[in-house]
Every structure is written in C-alpha cells, then in structure tokens.
C-alpha cells in the first residue's frame, strides 16, 4: 500500500515525464526465490531477474485496442490454430465489446497465442512462471507470505467459486507489496512457459512421473505440497493447450528491466 | 494347515486326480475371466441417477458398448440448514451420478467440465483396469471434453473420484461416486435399492455456523471434519427425504465412502444385515451388524424389514452421527408384528440409584437399630430424609401444607393436641373433616402401611421435633404397636 501511494507521489511531482512512459508497470526487485516447484537442477533458490510486470490484468478495452490496430487477431480473422471456435466468444462483435465484457474487466477467453501477440505488440512478453509465481508471493505487506495460512486461505476461498458470476473491474483489489493488483482472486493468467507446468494428468503418480514428458529440464515436483492455492494453478495451467480459451483465464504482461 | 485340508479331502473322497485344487466353484476367476468378447448389438446409453436413486439392472445377457456422459459442475450448494458450501460435482449432485453397467461391457466414457468451473478435473475410476483409474486420460480444463474407454472387467461395487492436483480437495468437495459393475447373471431381485454415500468436509467455520463456508485445507490435513454427512448435506436423507420402505420388503444398500479422510463403521440401528458384500466385492457374509467401508471403498447390504418404524443409519463411530452430521433415515411402513418385536410394554419408576447418597441417614438408622444404639437425632435425620421422599409432596417441604387441601405439620395445633396422632395417621392415614392452626380441611390421606415400622418411627420423630412441634419420640415398637390397632379416623384408602 506504501508503495503505491509513494508511487503516485512520484507521478504527480514529476508530471506529464513519466505520463508518457508506460506507467503500467511495477519494478519487480528479483533475487534468489524459494518456488513450490522442485526444479532438480536448482539448489539454492531459483534465480529471479529484476523484471517489470503489468500492475493489472489487460482488460476488455485494452485488448480491444489491439485488436483493431491488429485485425488479424479479430475473432472472426484468427487461424483457429492460435485460438479456438471460443476465442473472444463474449465480446458482442468481433470489434465491439458489448454489455458481456465491460471496458475495465479483465479480458477472458484469449487463448496463449493472442496473449503473447498482445504482449509482443507492446514491446513486452508474457512473464515466465517463476517470474509470475515471485510476483504473487506477496501479499499487501509481505513480500513472501505465503508460509501464512490465512493468506493461503484467501485465495483457496476465490478457487473455490464457481465463474458464473461476472467478474469485477481490473485494479478494485488493493496493492501488493510490490504494487501489482489482482494476482489472485480475479482471473487465471497464462505465463509464458505454461507448457513446461507439466502437473502429471494424475496428481498421484508424483513417485513415478513420466520423465520422457519433461524435456530438458528435469522432472518437476511440488516441493511444498501444502500449498495447495499455488498446486492449484499450475494444475490449471498445465490443462491446457495454446490455442485454448475459458471464462476466466486472462493475462498480464512482463518485461526485462533496463 | 492348507495342505493339510487337501490331504482329508482326498482321502475321504477317494479322488487322486491332479484337477487344479484353487479354482473352486465359487471362484469367479477376476479379471482375467472377465473379458466376455467384443462388445454386441448397438450402443447402449447408460442411465445415470442422482441419490439415492439408483439405475435399473441392465437386464442384458451379452456385454455392449455402453456410453457414460458425466458433467463436472461446480456449485454453491447447503451443507446444512443456513449453511452453504462450494460442492464440485460429477452431475451436479454429491455424491456424483450412479453408473451401472455389466461385466464386460467397453464403457466409452465422456467427462464433460462445464465452461463456468474454475477448476480442471478428471475421473479415477476404481472400477477400471488401467494406470490411473482412467484419471491422465481424463484431465479436461474447464469448458473442454474428455472421452477414453475402458473394458469392465471386474464385477463389484466401485467408487470413482477426481485425481487432479490437490486431490484431497477435490474429493472433499464432494468430487466421488459409486459404479455398479454387475455380474453376467445380474443381481438377485430385490423391491428396493439405495444409494447412500459418506463423505467428511471440512469448513472454516464450526459445525452449523451460518452463511457460506469455505474450504479449511488445516482441518483437512489434520483429518479432522467439520462434518460427516450421508449424501453430501445434513438432512439430505431425513424428514420428508427419508429412504421410503414397506414392511416385508427386502431392502438393498449401495454404501459408499468417499472420504477422503475418514473409514465408516456403517450400521443400521435396529437392523441385522441379512447379507454384506464387504468391500463392495463378490462373496457375502450374512448376519452382520455393523460393517466397516474403507475411505474410497463401498459394500453392498440386504436385509428384509419385518417391523415399522424409522431406522437410523450412522457412522458407529458415534459421535460423527451426533455432532457431525452422519445420519439418515429409513422409513418402514406397514402392520406392527408384536411377536418379533413388541413396542414398549412397561414404563415404571425405578429408584435404584436413589439409596446413596440421598439415604445414607435412612443406612445409618437402620444399623443404629439393629445394635440398640439408635439416637433421637439419628432418628430425625433418616426421618427428614424419608419425609422428603414420601410426605414432602402433599404436605411441603417445611411441613407448611396447602391451604384448604393439605393441613400444615408446622406449629400443628391438631399435633400438639395430641403428638400420639403422627404415627396412627401415617400408618392407618386419616379420613374427614379436621381443624388445623383455626382451619378447616376435608381431604383423604391414605394409608402409608408400605412403611417399615422403623421408617414411621423415623417420620413421625422427625415431624414432632420440627417447625415449633412439641417434640418427642416415637420408636419402632410404637409403630408396630400401632399397626395392629385400627382408629375410627382411618382411611380406606383412596
């Protein structure tokens, strides 16, 4: 909360300088992090480097935007190879949003291909899983809370409300310590590297796991398997193929800092 | 011991052939006997039912192809009365749809997660034969469908449940069902059959704590429910929802549990199973009253009703059933029959637990007495005590009687007129109109003869030393003395 009040001071001294830059992003520190997921070829942490992250989720008006200045990407364009028959299925038209996927909601039913060619288009990418996983271990005050229980909580008790309902405006939920908004509790994001989450389709095998899926980079395994909230989301991640779209899958954008 | 038993057997049957001794008859040979061959006639839609329903038998004779669609829906549902929870289902129910097919049948299975979960989810049948359960080939995100096929290859009774990353979440929110793989003959026909499930839960708040609860992932570590419920609510299967049944009907189970943490001790309360395919397997085992299903096992039970009357079934592990929720109700209509069981035939007082501490004074007396050292206070106490259990009611605590139907003992005028009167009324009682203390009374007392001549001692001393009487001492052989004679004043009785 700190933060981000300390960052709008900023904003407001130094004036329109900064306006004109992409105030979209916060500064993410990186260092040496401690993932649920046990990478065999990691020792000591995994390595995080200093990275910039979108503060909310891309919304409907956002990707709007992109996609009239990149009609390729128009639902009624796209090559159903990069997005299924679903792909921007609640928007009313192909260009208009309609009363299904407000402006300031976060958009939804994109699929890993249209959302890395969003990112692209803003000289930025869509953030790797370590990247993302660093960025929502905070909470308002920490920058790690996720050996609380009451945090964990929190957002089990978002996982476990069916998306029948519709979503919220991006950026209503408080900052975290980082000063990025809606990490939990609103949309699943893709990452970059979703398709290395290779969660065995059957979650008990975790003595026995197919190693010919994982190439290169070893076996995955959950190193910290009370935390369900996080083991929850690689599961959904690791569902799902690049092409696929649901109601409430959404995404941010990264970038490497300078 | 084996061997042995093979060796008797020879020798009394005379047989010396090398016949395979293992296989006997009733062994049905598992799986490797339960391909019947390749699926014949069309496709069959297999019927699915919510509990406590259960499909039709399949009535077929040779194995098909049967296809299953079964939606995952994710929904708020109650849990218990104001209280709601967030239940993943297969089929929209807890527990998820019932399934029967037929020993060898190819079940082509679809799992379809409705486009609004949050959640991916995939299907363990235990009823498969296969790695997984049929759950990595089965993992489908939301809005996506899922089709594999498998041969059932085993008869029994198995539950299914969802595999996917936390499976101890899935399964506590409700995530399991029941698939009946029938044998080539079928099942023995019965009038009705049930499907009953036990599943824990675990919620942030308490037992019954209003509004809607969310998950509580401690409590579900710690194996320690917030609820036990049959079928996935409290009351799912009581009141109104009750399982309905007939006298003379024979009545078949098809129990469940689901978990994921907890085994039942499944009982019927006042009910003998007549038969319990334990684990939900091939063989029975009769005359069972209580019967124990693993955490993600079944059993199938039978037994005929032959009494009215509402049958409680419960985890035995009892507290469950009364704090925790796991109780359900079967209701037997129909003609009483008093020879099997009688209904209640007596209801009397019994003060068996009354003679400690409350009459230690009465005790004391009593062994005063029998040596000769009986005191007057000794008297007076076992006298209060005994006042208390037997004058107390009519003429009050302290003796101050009801105005115009019981006269007072305290300060008695009619007492100290004659103190003698205390002993003859209560052994012989006292019929007709007096004057107590300047009024009238006209009531019956009957007769106290059921006392012991020590306990009117005892009365009638405690009564003249009490509330401003003139004191005094009656003893055992007054009261016997006065047994024997009758006064005019005494009562018939009531």
């Not at chain 1, 039913?109 to 930025?124: D, H, L, P, Q, T």
């Not at chain 1, 900052?175 to 990025?180: D, E, F, K, L, R």
């Not at chain 2, 549902?77 to 709601?84: A, D, F, L, Q, R």
């Not at chain 2, 917030?226 to 609510?233: E, H, I, K, R, S």
Request: glycine share 10%.
């Amino acid at each position: 909360m700190r933060r981000s009040i300390s960052a709008a001071m900023f904003l407001l001294c130094t004036g329109g300088v900064l306006a004109a830059a992409d105030t979209g992003f916060a500064h993410l520190t990186g260092g040496s992090f401690r993932s649920v997921l046990k990478y065999e070829d990691v020792k000591n942490g995994t390595r995080v480097a200093p990275f910039d992250l979108q503060r909310r989720p891309v919304t409907n008006g956002d990707f709007l935007a992109f996609v009239r200045a990149n009609p390729q990407w128009r639902r009624d364009n796209v090559a159903r190879v990069f997005a299924e028959e679903r792909y921007l299925q609640h928007w009313q038209g192909p260009a208009t949003l309609g009363p299904n996927a407000l402006p300031e909601q976060p958009v939804v039913w994109v699929s890993w291909f249209a959302a890395n060619a969003y990112c692209k288009a803003r000289n930025a990418r869509l953030p790797t899983w370590s990247e993302w996983e660093f960025a929502s271990a905070a909470d308002e005050t920490r920058r790690d809370a996720r050996s609380d229980p009451a945090w964990r909580e929190r957002i089990l008790a978002w996982y476990s409300r069916p998306s029948n309902k519709a979503l919220a405006r991006a950026g209503l939920q408080a900052p975290n310590a980082w000063g990025v908004q809606d990490l939990h509790g609103l949309v699943w994001e893709w990452t970059e590297d979703y398709s290395a989450l290779l969660v065995s389709d059957d979650n008990r095998n975790q003595g026995d796991p197919d190693k010919l899926k994982f190439c290169g980079a070893g076996a995955l395994s959950m190193s910290d398997v009370e935390n369900y909230a996080v083991l929850m989301r690689v599961a959904m991640l690791s569902s799902l193929n690049g092409a696929d779209a649901t109601a409430n899958l959404g995404f941010r954008c990264a970038r490497d800092s300078p | 011991m084996a061997a042995t038993l093979l060796l008797l057997l020879g020798a009394c049957e005379k047989k010396s052939d090398d016949r395979p001794v293992a296989a006997t008859s009733s062994d049905t040979g598992g799986s490797a006997k339960g391909d019947l061959g390749p699926p014949q006639g069309p496709d069959v839609n297999a019927v699915l039912t919510s509990p406590p329903m259960v499909p039709p038998p399949t009535g077929r004779k040779a194995p098909a192809r049967v296809i299953v669609q079964l939606d995952v829906i994710e929904k708020e549902m109650p849990i218990s009365e104001g209280v709601t929870y967030t239940f993943w289902t297969f089929g929209g129910t807890v527990p998820g749809s019932f399934i029967r097919v037929r020993q060898g049948d190819t079940v082509v299975f679809h799992l379809r997660n409705m486009p609004d979960s949050k959640m991916p989810h995939n299907i363990d049948l235990h009823g498969v034969t296969g790695p997984g359960g049929g759950a990595a080939s089965s993992f489908t995100a939301p809005g996506h469908v899922s089709r594999f096929s498998f041969k059932a290859l085993n008869a029994g009774l198995y539950v299914y449940h969802c595999a996917t990353a936390p499976v101890g979440m899935h399964v506590a929110n409700g995530m399991y069902g029941l698939i009946l793989v029938e044998p080539p003959e079928g099942l023995s026909k019965v009038d009705r059959e049930y499907y009953v499930m036990q599943g824990d839960f675990y919620t942030v708040g308490k037992f019954r704590e209003k509004g809607h609860q969310p998950f509580n992932m401690e409590a579900a570590i710690d194996e320690n429910p917030t609820y036990v419920l049959f079928n996935g609510a409290e009351g799912a299967l009581t009141g109104d929802k009750a399982l309905p049944a007939k006298v003379g009907e024979t009545v078949r189970l098809y129990v469940g549990n689901g978990g994921p943490n907890l085994v039942s001790s499944f009982h019927v309360i006042g009910e003998i199973f007549d038969k319990v395919w334990f684990e939900g397997g091939t063989k029975y085992n009769e005359n069972v009253q209580t019967t124990l299903i693993p955490a993600g096992g079944a059993a199938m039970m039978e037994f005929r009703l032959e009494v009215p009357g509402s049958y409680v079934l419960v985890d035995h592990s009892i507290f469950r059933a009364f704090n925790k929720g796991a109780l359900a109700i079967l209701k037997a209509d129909g003609p009483e029959n008093r020879a099997i069981y009688s209904g209640k035939e007596v209801d009397a007082m019994y003060l068996g637990d009354r003679a400690q501490p409350s009459l230690q004074a009465v005790a004391a007396a009593a062994a005063s007495a029998s040596t000769g050292e009986l005191s007057i206070e000794q008297q007076i106490a076992a006298g209060k005590e005994l006042f208390a259990g037997t004058c107390s009611t009519c003429h009050q605590p302290e003796g101050q009687g009801l105005e115009g139907v019981f006269p007072p003992l305290a300060k008695s005028d009619f007492i100290a007129a004659n103190p003698k009167r205390v002993p003859e009324i209560i052994l012989h009682g006292l019929v007709g109109a007096v004057k107590v203390n300047g009024k009238d009374y006209n009531s019956n007392m009957p007769p106290m003869s059921q006392l012991t001549d020590d306990e009117v001692a005892n009365i009638a001393t405690f009564v003249l030393n009490s509330w401003g009487n003139p004191g005094g001492h009656v003893t055992s052989a007054d009261a016997a003395a006065i047994r024997k004679a009758q006064p005019e004043t005494a009562s018939a009785g009531h």
